[in-house]
Protein backbone atom coordinates (compact mmCIF):
# COMPACT_ATOMS: atom_id res chain seq x y z
CA UNK A 1 0.00 0.00 0.00
CA UNK A 2 1.09 3.12 -0.36
CA UNK A 3 2.76 5.59 1.97
CA UNK A 4 0.87 9.25 2.19
CA UNK A 5 3.64 11.84 3.20
CA UNK A 6 2.72 15.13 4.75
CA UNK A 7 4.55 18.57 4.31
CA UNK A 8 7.14 17.18 7.32
CA UNK A 9 10.70 16.39 6.27
CA UNK A 10 11.28 12.41 5.31
CA UNK A 11 14.52 11.50 6.81
CA UNK A 12 16.68 8.10 5.95
CA UNK A 13 17.18 7.20 9.72
CA UNK A 14 15.45 4.14 8.93
CA UNK A 15 13.89 2.22 5.81
CA UNK A 16 10.41 3.38 6.23
CA UNK A 17 10.50 4.66 2.88
CA UNK A 18 13.45 3.29 1.29
CA UNK A 19 11.99 0.77 -1.67
CA UNK A 20 15.57 -0.25 -2.85
CA UNK A 21 19.02 1.42 -2.74
CA UNK A 22 21.77 0.63 -5.86
CA UNK A 23 24.88 1.61 -5.15
CA UNK A 24 24.00 3.75 -2.26
CA UNK A 25 24.73 3.18 1.55
CA UNK A 26 23.11 4.64 4.46
CA UNK A 27 25.84 6.38 7.43
CA UNK A 28 25.25 7.35 10.58
CA UNK A 29 26.64 11.60 10.91
CA UNK A 30 28.40 12.76 13.94
CA UNK A 31 27.84 16.59 15.47
CA UNK A 32 30.85 18.16 15.11
CA UNK A 33 32.21 19.26 19.34
CA UNK A 34 32.80 22.86 19.77
CA UNK A 35 36.25 22.86 21.59
CA UNK A 36 35.76 24.23 24.76
CA UNK A 37 32.68 23.76 27.41
CA UNK A 38 29.88 26.56 26.79
CA UNK A 39 28.52 26.56 30.73
CA UNK A 40 30.83 25.22 33.71
CA UNK A 41 30.27 25.33 37.11
CA UNK A 42 32.98 28.07 37.89
CA UNK A 43 31.08 29.50 41.21
CA UNK A 44 32.32 28.28 44.61
CA UNK A 45 28.52 26.83 45.26
CA UNK A 46 28.87 24.45 42.30
CA UNK A 47 32.52 23.63 43.03
CA UNK A 48 33.49 22.36 39.44
CA UNK A 49 29.68 20.72 38.35
CA UNK A 50 27.35 21.77 36.02
CA UNK A 51 25.69 19.21 34.51
CA UNK A 52 22.25 18.86 32.09
CA UNK A 53 20.42 15.80 33.09
CA UNK A 54 16.61 16.00 32.50
CA UNK A 55 15.00 18.23 29.70
CA UNK A 56 16.63 21.01 31.01
CA UNK A 57 18.04 23.55 28.83
CA UNK A 58 15.76 25.18 26.06
CA UNK A 59 15.39 28.13 23.94
CA UNK A 60 12.17 29.90 25.16
CA UNK A 61 10.44 31.52 21.67
CA UNK A 62 8.40 33.90 23.93
CA UNK A 63 11.48 35.34 25.90
CA UNK A 64 13.99 35.03 22.43
CA UNK A 65 16.32 33.35 25.56
CA UNK A 66 17.91 30.13 25.93
CA UNK A 67 17.31 28.63 29.90
CA UNK A 68 19.26 26.08 31.60
CA UNK A 69 18.23 24.29 34.84
CA UNK A 70 21.67 22.31 36.09
CA UNK A 71 22.77 19.69 38.41
CA UNK A 72 25.53 21.81 40.33
CA UNK A 73 26.99 20.43 43.74
CA UNK A 74 24.45 22.36 46.01
CA UNK A 75 21.43 21.37 43.90
CA UNK A 76 19.39 23.02 40.71
CA UNK A 77 21.11 26.52 39.76
CA UNK A 78 19.44 28.80 36.74
CA UNK A 79 21.16 30.51 33.99
CA UNK A 80 20.45 32.69 31.06
CA UNK A 81 22.20 33.23 27.36
CA UNK A 82 20.67 35.10 24.57
CA UNK A 83 23.09 33.23 21.95
CA UNK A 84 23.12 29.39 23.65
CA UNK A 85 27.10 29.80 23.86
CA UNK A 86 27.76 32.78 26.81
CA UNK A 87 25.55 32.59 29.73
CA UNK A 88 24.77 34.52 32.65
CA UNK A 89 24.17 33.31 36.15
CA UNK A 90 21.27 35.69 37.78
CA UNK A 91 21.88 36.31 41.61
CA UNK A 92 18.75 34.80 42.39
CA UNK A 93 18.48 35.27 46.97
CA UNK A 94 16.34 32.28 46.79
CA UNK A 95 18.22 29.43 48.41
CA UNK A 96 21.08 30.01 50.87
CA UNK A 97 24.90 28.23 50.24
CA UNK A 98 27.40 28.85 52.71
CA UNK A 99 25.60 31.22 54.34
CA UNK A 100 24.19 33.54 51.81
CA UNK A 101 21.68 33.87 49.20
CA UNK A 102 24.04 35.34 46.87
CA UNK A 103 23.84 32.64 44.17
CA UNK A 104 21.68 31.08 41.29
CA UNK A 105 20.39 28.12 42.82
CA UNK A 106 16.78 27.72 42.66
CA UNK A 107 16.32 23.91 44.12
CA UNK A 108 17.30 21.21 46.45
CA UNK A 109 16.47 18.52 43.80
CA UNK A 110 18.64 16.97 41.55
CA UNK A 111 17.74 15.82 38.09
CA UNK A 112 14.76 18.29 37.21
CA UNK A 113 13.23 18.61 33.98
CA UNK A 114 11.23 21.44 32.82
CA UNK A 115 8.45 22.23 30.78
CA UNK A 116 6.94 25.50 30.11
CA UNK A 117 3.33 24.15 29.72
CA UNK A 118 1.67 26.65 27.40
CA UNK A 119 -1.94 24.34 27.86
CA UNK A 120 -1.78 25.08 31.49
CA UNK A 121 -4.79 27.93 32.74
CA UNK A 122 -3.15 28.74 35.90
CA UNK A 123 -0.10 31.05 35.17
CA UNK A 124 1.39 29.61 38.74
CA UNK A 125 1.65 26.23 37.45
CA UNK A 126 3.06 27.58 33.74
CA UNK A 127 6.41 25.72 34.22
CA UNK A 128 6.35 21.93 35.65
CA UNK A 129 9.54 20.10 36.96
CA UNK A 130 9.99 16.94 37.73
CA UNK A 131 13.11 16.22 39.97
CA UNK A 132 14.81 13.42 42.04
CA UNK A 133 14.21 13.86 46.04
CA UNK A 134 12.71 13.38 49.03
CA UNK A 135 9.11 14.18 50.29
CA UNK A 136 9.59 16.23 53.47
CA UNK A 137 13.23 15.51 54.35
CA UNK A 138 11.70 11.41 53.96
CA UNK A 139 10.36 11.26 57.51
CA UNK A 140 7.56 9.35 57.86
CA UNK A 141 7.49 7.72 54.55
CA UNK A 142 8.64 4.39 53.38
CA UNK A 143 11.87 4.17 51.67
CA UNK A 144 12.81 7.26 53.09
CA UNK A 145 10.38 9.94 50.95
CA UNK A 146 12.32 8.96 47.70
CA UNK A 147 10.81 9.45 44.44
CA UNK A 148 9.86 11.74 41.61
CA UNK A 149 8.88 15.25 42.51
CA UNK A 150 6.48 17.52 41.40
CA UNK A 151 6.97 21.14 41.78
CA UNK A 152 5.38 24.22 39.64
CA UNK A 153 6.61 28.01 38.69
CA UNK A 154 5.27 30.89 37.23
CA UNK A 155 8.77 31.84 36.29
CA UNK A 156 11.24 28.74 36.39
CA UNK A 157 12.40 30.30 39.01
CA UNK A 158 10.59 30.05 42.16
CA UNK A 159 9.54 26.69 42.28
CA UNK A 160 6.51 25.07 44.87
CA UNK A 161 5.78 21.87 45.95
CA UNK A 162 3.02 19.75 44.56
CA UNK A 163 1.47 18.47 48.39
CA UNK A 164 1.02 15.49 46.45
CA UNK A 165 4.21 14.03 46.13
CA UNK A 166 5.94 11.83 45.18
CA UNK A 167 4.23 11.48 42.27
CA UNK A 168 6.28 8.71 41.30
CA UNK A 169 7.71 7.07 44.59
CA UNK A 170 9.64 4.34 44.41
CA UNK A 171 7.03 2.06 44.53
CA UNK A 172 6.23 3.27 41.16
CA UNK A 173 9.10 0.88 39.93
CA UNK A 174 11.38 3.85 38.93
CA UNK A 175 14.32 5.31 40.09
CA UNK A 176 16.66 9.12 39.22
CA UNK A 177 16.60 9.29 35.73
CA UNK A 178 14.25 10.85 34.06
CA UNK A 179 13.60 12.90 31.06
CA UNK A 180 10.05 14.85 30.62
CA UNK A 181 9.73 15.45 27.17
CA UNK A 182 6.76 17.56 27.98
CA UNK A 183 3.08 17.32 25.86
CA UNK A 184 3.32 14.49 22.96
CA UNK A 185 0.08 15.92 20.14
CA UNK A 186 0.59 11.65 19.18
CA UNK A 187 -0.58 10.60 22.42
CA UNK A 188 -2.36 13.71 23.57
CA UNK A 189 -0.71 12.90 26.93
CA UNK A 190 2.51 14.47 28.59
CA UNK A 191 5.32 11.71 28.40
CA UNK A 192 8.08 11.22 30.03
CA UNK A 193 11.35 8.78 30.09
CA UNK A 194 12.41 7.16 32.78
CA UNK A 195 15.05 4.41 34.40
CA UNK A 196 13.40 1.32 35.97
CA UNK A 197 14.48 0.00 39.23
CA UNK A 198 17.05 -2.96 37.81
CA UNK A 199 15.59 -5.40 39.73
CA UNK A 200 13.02 -5.21 36.62
CA UNK A 201 15.55 -7.29 34.85
CA UNK A 202 17.69 -10.53 34.37
CA UNK A 203 20.48 -9.70 33.77
CA UNK A 204 19.69 -6.61 35.91
CA UNK A 205 21.15 -3.50 34.06
CA UNK A 206 19.88 0.00 33.81
CA UNK A 207 17.52 0.64 30.92
CA UNK A 208 14.80 2.70 29.71
CA UNK A 209 11.19 2.83 29.86
CA UNK A 210 8.08 5.16 28.57
CA UNK A 211 5.40 6.63 30.91
CA UNK A 212 2.39 9.18 30.27
CA UNK A 213 -0.11 11.38 32.53
CA UNK A 214 -3.03 14.04 31.66
CA UNK A 215 -2.50 15.72 34.78
CA UNK A 216 1.98 15.59 35.76
CA UNK A 217 0.42 13.84 39.09
CA UNK A 218 -0.75 10.26 37.83
CA UNK A 219 1.69 8.49 36.13
CA UNK A 220 0.94 5.45 33.98
CA UNK A 221 3.36 2.31 34.72
CA UNK A 222 6.23 2.24 32.76
CA UNK A 223 6.44 0.77 29.33
CA UNK A 224 9.99 -0.74 28.36
CA UNK A 225 11.18 0.70 25.34
CA UNK A 226 15.16 -0.02 24.50
CA UNK A 227 17.71 -2.06 26.52
CA UNK A 228 20.78 -3.52 25.88
CA UNK A 229 21.19 -5.99 23.11
CA UNK A 230 23.69 -8.03 21.18
CA UNK A 231 25.40 -5.29 19.63
CA UNK A 232 26.17 -3.84 22.88
CA UNK A 233 29.64 -5.19 24.73
CA UNK A 234 28.06 -7.83 27.53
CA UNK A 235 28.80 -4.77 30.37
CA UNK A 236 27.40 -2.04 28.53
CA UNK A 237 23.75 -0.69 30.60
CA UNK A 238 21.71 2.24 29.33
CA UNK A 239 22.21 5.11 31.75
CA UNK A 240 19.27 6.96 30.05
CA UNK A 241 17.64 8.18 27.17
CA UNK A 242 17.32 12.17 26.59
CA UNK A 243 14.53 12.24 23.24
CA UNK A 244 13.51 15.00 20.84
CA UNK A 245 10.49 15.39 18.73
CA UNK A 246 12.16 15.88 14.65
CA UNK A 247 9.75 16.70 12.08
CA UNK A 248 7.25 13.46 11.89
CA UNK A 249 9.09 11.19 14.50
CA UNK A 250 11.43 10.44 17.25
CA UNK A 251 15.27 10.71 18.00
CA UNK A 252 16.71 9.50 20.95
CA UNK A 253 20.19 9.77 22.66
CA UNK A 254 20.69 6.51 24.54
CA UNK A 255 24.16 7.08 27.48
CA UNK A 256 25.40 3.79 27.22
CA UNK A 257 27.25 2.97 30.40
CA UNK A 258 30.49 1.22 29.91
CA UNK A 259 32.63 -1.06 32.56
CA UNK A 260 35.72 -2.61 30.93
CA UNK A 261 35.85 -6.22 31.25
CA UNK A 262 36.85 -6.41 34.99
CA UNK A 263 34.40 -3.55 36.64
CA UNK A 264 37.85 -1.50 36.88
CA UNK A 265 36.58 1.84 35.33
CA UNK A 266 33.87 3.47 34.04
CA UNK A 267 33.04 5.67 31.04
CA UNK A 268 29.59 7.28 29.23
CA UNK A 269 29.00 8.09 25.87
CA UNK A 270 26.10 8.51 23.64
CA UNK A 271 24.44 5.88 20.71
CA UNK A 272 21.56 7.11 18.00
CA UNK A 273 17.79 5.53 18.51
CA UNK A 274 14.84 6.25 16.52
CA UNK A 275 11.13 5.97 16.86
CA UNK A 276 8.13 6.93 14.75
CA UNK A 277 5.81 6.36 17.76
CA UNK A 278 7.76 7.52 20.84
CA UNK A 279 7.24 4.18 22.10
CA UNK A 280 9.10 1.20 20.22
CA UNK A 281 12.65 1.90 19.23
CA UNK A 282 15.63 0.79 17.34
CA UNK A 283 19.12 1.93 17.05
CA UNK A 284 19.23 1.79 13.28
CA UNK A 285 23.15 1.93 13.53
CA UNK A 286 23.61 -0.81 16.77
CA UNK A 287 26.35 0.65 19.04
CA UNK A 288 28.21 2.68 16.74
CA UNK A 289 29.15 6.27 18.25
CA UNK A 290 26.92 9.48 18.28
CA UNK A 291 28.60 11.78 20.71
CA UNK A 292 32.19 9.53 21.22
CA UNK A 293 34.43 10.50 24.56
CA UNK A 294 37.09 13.23 23.98
CA UNK A 295 40.65 12.21 23.84
CA UNK A 296 42.59 10.88 27.04
CA UNK A 297 43.34 14.44 28.70
CA UNK A 298 40.34 15.82 27.29
CA UNK A 299 37.80 17.80 29.28
CA UNK A 300 35.29 15.24 28.27
CA UNK A 301 37.37 12.21 27.86
CA UNK A 302 35.36 10.55 30.21
CA UNK A 303 31.75 11.10 29.96
CA UNK A 304 29.97 12.65 26.81
CA UNK A 305 26.32 12.43 26.98
CA UNK A 306 23.90 13.65 24.58
CA UNK A 307 20.56 15.86 26.15
CA UNK A 308 19.06 18.46 24.51
CA UNK A 309 18.30 19.26 20.51
CA UNK A 310 17.48 22.41 19.55
CA UNK A 311 17.07 23.52 16.05
CA UNK A 312 18.86 26.89 14.88
CA UNK A 313 18.62 27.89 11.66
CA UNK A 314 20.39 25.65 9.24
CA UNK A 315 21.70 23.25 12.36
CA UNK A 316 21.06 21.29 14.90
CA UNK A 317 22.57 22.10 18.23
CA UNK A 318 23.18 19.18 20.63
CA UNK A 319 23.86 20.51 23.70
CA UNK A 320 25.70 17.57 26.16
CA UNK A 321 26.56 16.68 29.39
CA UNK A 322 30.79 15.91 29.72
CA UNK A 323 33.23 15.32 32.38
CA UNK A 324 36.94 13.83 33.22
CA UNK A 325 35.33 12.03 36.28
CA UNK A 326 34.54 8.08 36.25
CA UNK A 327 31.38 7.11 37.80
CA UNK A 328 33.32 5.50 40.38
CA UNK A 329 36.33 3.56 41.00
CA UNK A 330 38.30 -0.04 41.84
CA UNK A 331 40.78 -0.18 44.55
CA UNK A 332 42.78 -3.20 42.87
CA UNK A 333 45.30 -3.39 45.75
CA UNK A 334 42.08 -3.75 48.41
CA UNK A 335 40.29 -5.55 45.28
CA UNK A 336 37.17 -3.61 46.20
CA UNK A 337 34.81 -1.58 44.17
CA UNK A 338 34.84 1.59 45.74
CA UNK A 339 31.19 2.61 44.62
CA UNK A 340 30.04 5.93 43.91
CA UNK A 341 31.49 7.39 46.48
CA UNK A 342 34.71 7.73 45.71
CA UNK A 343 34.64 10.27 43.21
CA UNK A 344 32.19 12.57 44.74
CA UNK A 345 35.26 14.59 45.29
CA UNK A 346 37.19 14.95 42.35
CA UNK A 347 34.91 17.69 40.71
CA UNK A 348 36.56 21.27 41.21
CA UNK A 349 40.08 19.59 42.17
CA UNK A 350 43.46 17.94 40.46
CA UNK A 351 42.98 14.39 40.29
CA UNK A 352 46.14 12.40 39.11
CA UNK A 353 47.66 15.86 37.19
CA UNK A 354 44.51 17.14 35.54
CA UNK A 355 41.60 19.12 37.03
CA UNK A 356 38.48 17.06 37.02
CA UNK A 357 34.87 18.82 36.54
CA UNK A 358 31.45 18.14 35.15
CA UNK A 359 30.50 20.39 32.46
CA UNK A 360 28.19 21.58 29.84
CA UNK A 361 29.73 21.26 25.83
CA UNK A 362 27.85 22.00 22.53
CA UNK A 363 27.85 20.18 19.29
CA UNK A 364 26.42 21.02 16.16
CA UNK A 365 24.91 18.86 13.27
CA UNK A 366 23.23 19.90 9.43
CA UNK A 367 19.77 19.95 10.12
CA UNK A 368 18.32 16.41 9.28
CA UNK A 369 21.84 15.33 9.38
CA UNK A 370 21.65 12.14 11.38
CA UNK A 371 21.89 10.13 8.52
CA UNK A 372 23.24 10.34 4.72
CA UNK A 373 22.56 8.50 1.79
CA UNK A 374 25.49 8.59 -0.35
CA UNK A 375 27.07 6.28 -3.22
CA UNK A 376 29.79 3.61 -2.27
CA UNK A 377 31.68 4.27 -5.81
CA UNK A 378 30.88 7.56 -6.94
CA UNK A 379 27.20 7.61 -8.62
CA UNK A 380 23.79 5.19 -7.26
CA UNK A 381 20.07 5.90 -6.88
CA UNK A 382 17.58 5.60 -3.54
CA UNK A 383 14.10 4.98 -4.68
CA UNK A 384 11.51 5.61 -2.49
CA UNK A 385 8.13 3.18 -1.72
CA UNK A 386 4.89 4.28 -3.59
CA UNK A 387 3.83 7.86 -1.56
CA UNK A 388 1.00 10.16 -2.19
CA UNK A 389 1.06 13.84 -1.24
CA UNK A 390 -0.89 17.36 -1.72
CA UNK A 391 2.28 19.53 -2.52
CA UNK A 392 3.17 20.61 -5.85
CA UNK A 393 7.15 21.55 -4.94
CA UNK A 394 9.59 18.84 -4.06
CA UNK A 395 12.19 19.72 -1.70
CA UNK A 396 15.76 18.00 -0.88
CA UNK A 397 18.41 18.49 1.32
CA UNK A 398 21.53 17.71 -0.05
CA UNK A 399 25.73 18.21 -0.51
CA UNK A 400 26.62 18.18 -3.89
CA UNK A 401 28.62 21.12 -4.73
CA UNK A 402 31.12 18.84 -6.91
CA UNK A 403 28.50 16.40 -7.96
CA UNK A 404 25.14 16.46 -8.66
CA UNK A 405 21.44 14.91 -7.76
CA UNK A 406 18.76 14.18 -10.33
CA UNK A 407 15.34 13.06 -9.39
CA UNK A 408 13.18 11.52 -11.71
CA UNK A 409 9.64 10.30 -10.59
CA UNK A 410 8.00 6.94 -11.53
CA UNK A 411 4.39 5.30 -11.95
CA UNK A 412 2.49 2.52 -10.12
CA UNK A 413 4.84 0.62 -12.83
CA UNK A 414 8.20 1.91 -11.81
CA UNK A 415 8.29 3.58 -15.28
CA UNK A 416 9.42 7.21 -14.97
CA UNK A 417 6.35 9.82 -15.98
CA UNK A 418 7.06 12.15 -19.00
CA UNK A 419 7.70 15.59 -18.26
CA UNK A 420 9.26 14.14 -14.76
CA UNK A 421 12.25 11.83 -16.34
CA UNK A 422 15.70 11.82 -15.00
CA UNK A 423 16.39 13.56 -18.46
CA UNK A 424 14.29 16.38 -17.80
CA UNK A 425 15.18 17.18 -14.24
CA UNK A 426 17.92 20.20 -13.52
CA UNK A 427 20.88 18.66 -12.07
CA UNK A 428 21.37 20.32 -8.50
CA UNK A 429 25.03 20.58 -7.66
CA UNK A 430 24.73 22.33 -4.39
CA UNK A 431 24.74 22.29 -0.79
CA UNK A 432 21.98 23.46 0.54
CA UNK A 433 19.36 22.36 3.40
CA UNK A 434 16.53 23.46 1.10
CA UNK A 435 16.34 22.97 -2.75
CA UNK A 436 13.64 22.67 -5.09
CA UNK A 437 13.76 20.07 -7.27
CA UNK A 438 13.16 21.45 -11.18
CA UNK A 439 12.02 19.69 -14.30
CA UNK A 440 12.78 22.21 -17.19
CA UNK A 441 11.43 24.81 -15.08
CA UNK A 442 8.49 23.33 -14.07
CA UNK A 443 7.37 21.78 -9.93
CA UNK A 444 5.79 18.91 -9.39
CA UNK A 445 3.06 19.71 -9.69
CA UNK A 446 -0.11 17.06 -8.87
CA UNK A 447 2.37 13.96 -9.44
CA UNK A 448 0.72 12.37 -11.73
CA UNK A 449 -0.28 14.57 -14.21
CA UNK A 450 1.22 15.04 -17.83
CA UNK A 451 2.76 19.04 -17.94
CA UNK A 452 0.94 19.33 -21.30
CA UNK A 453 -2.49 19.14 -19.34
CA UNK A 454 -1.53 20.96 -16.21
CA UNK A 455 -4.23 23.91 -15.69
CA UNK A 456 -6.24 22.87 -18.73
CA UNK A 457 -9.81 22.43 -19.39
CA UNK A 458 -9.86 19.41 -21.57
CA UNK A 459 -10.57 15.91 -21.05
CA UNK A 460 -6.78 14.76 -20.61
CA UNK A 461 -6.39 17.28 -17.80
CA UNK A 462 -9.98 16.39 -16.06
CA UNK A 463 -8.92 12.49 -16.54
CA UNK A 464 -5.55 13.30 -15.06
CA UNK A 465 -6.53 15.40 -11.74
CA UNK A 466 -7.12 11.67 -9.92
CA UNK A 467 -3.54 12.14 -7.57
CA UNK A 468 -1.47 8.48 -8.19
CA UNK A 469 0.64 7.19 -6.00
CA UNK A 470 4.25 7.74 -7.47
CA UNK A 471 8.13 6.56 -6.55
CA UNK A 472 10.73 8.98 -6.91
CA UNK A 473 14.08 8.02 -7.62
CA UNK A 474 17.24 10.17 -6.31
CA UNK A 475 20.21 9.69 -8.90
CA UNK A 476 22.96 10.96 -6.66
CA UNK A 477 26.56 11.27 -8.52
CA UNK A 478 29.27 12.40 -5.39
CA UNK A 479 26.83 13.72 -3.58
CA UNK A 480 24.96 13.27 -0.19
CA UNK A 481 20.97 13.29 -0.03
CA UNK A 482 19.68 13.76 4.16
CA UNK A 483 15.84 14.22 3.23
CA UNK A 484 13.64 15.21 0.87
CA UNK A 485 9.70 16.55 1.29
CA UNK A 486 7.04 17.84 -1.14
CA UNK A 487 5.00 21.31 0.35
Not at 133 to 140: F, M, P
Not at 424 to 439: L, M, N
Request: charged share 25%; aromatic share 12%; net charge neutral.
Amino acid sequence: MPEHIGPERQLFIDTHLIERMDGVKRSLQQPVKQPRPVLEGDMPWEHGHAIIIGNSLHYDEDDKLFKAWYDVDGGTAYATSRDGLHWEKPVLGIMAHGGSKQNNLVNRGRNLSVVKDHRESDPSRRYKGIYWGSADGGKGFPWGGKGHMLAYSPDGIHWKDSPKNPVMPLSHGLTDGQYVLGWDPRHQKYVAYMRPNTEFFNPMKRTNAWVSTENFVDWSNPISTVVPDDTDAPEDEYYRMCVATYENAYVGFIWVYHNDTKFLDQSRDTIFAFSRNGISWSKPFGAQKFAPLGPKGAWDSKVAIGCKLIPRGDELWLYYSGANIPHNIYDATKVKDLGRGSVKGWAGNVIDGEKRAYAIGLAKLRRDGFVAVAPERGEGALTTKAVTFMGSKLHVNVTGAKGRLEVEVLDRYAKPIPGYTRAECTPISADSTDYVVKWQGRDLVHATDRPEDAGGSNWNAFKYKLRQPVSLRFHLKDASLYSFWVD
